[in-house]
Structure formats: C-alpha cells, structure tokens
C-alpha cells in the first residue's frame, strides 16, 4: 500500500526497469493539469464540459492506472516525469 508521501506506484521495486510509457492520454493530463492549478471538481467539470461525477471517475481511474492512492499523487507523477 502507498503512503500519503510517496508517488511511486504501489508494488514498484528499485531496479525493476525502465517504466513503461504514461498510462496517461492527453485528457487524462488535462485534468491532472487543472487540478495542479488548484481548480475544483467544478471549475474542471465546466471545463471540460462535464459532470463532476465524471471528473470523479476520471480522477479515480488515472489513480488506479498509475497505483497511487490521492489525486495529488497523481499530479506530482505526472510532474516529475515532466508531462504537466
């Protein structure tokens, strides 16, 4: 399980290998981008013309592809592999 400090995906070991490409599309990055901007669920829903309950799902997925626990987590994997 991952702790609320780590962005590493969860099961990562040191040395396994180069990571795979992003997991991540460039709507999935749009939204990572907006989060990092500090927008809430609404303000990205309205700008991606969306539901909130859709961004929800979107956000809960990217996590789950990237096996990290919190939205932010997400943003700071995509920002260190310089994607946002």
Same mark, same amino acid.
């Given at each position: 399980m991952? /702790? =609320?400090n780590s962005a590493a995906? &969860?099961?990562a070991r040191a040395g396994a290998g180069p990571e795979p490409a992003t997991p991540l599309d460039?709507? $999935?990055?749009? !939204?990572? &981008?907006?989060l990092a $901007?500090? =927008?809430?669920?609404g303000a990205v829903a309205r700008r !991606? &013309? /969306?539901s909130e309950r859709t961004v929800r799902r979107r956000i809960r997925s990217i996590c789950n592809r990237?096996?990290? $626990? =919190?939205?932010?987590q997400a943003v700071v994997w =995509?920002? &260190?592999r310089g994607l946002l």
């Open positions: 991952g /702790t =609320a995906p &969860r099961g460039h709507e $999935d990055l749009e !939204l990572l &981008r907006l $901007d500090g =927008a809430l669920l !991606l &013309r /969306t990237l096996g990290v $626990d =919190a939205p932010i =995509a920002a &260190r």
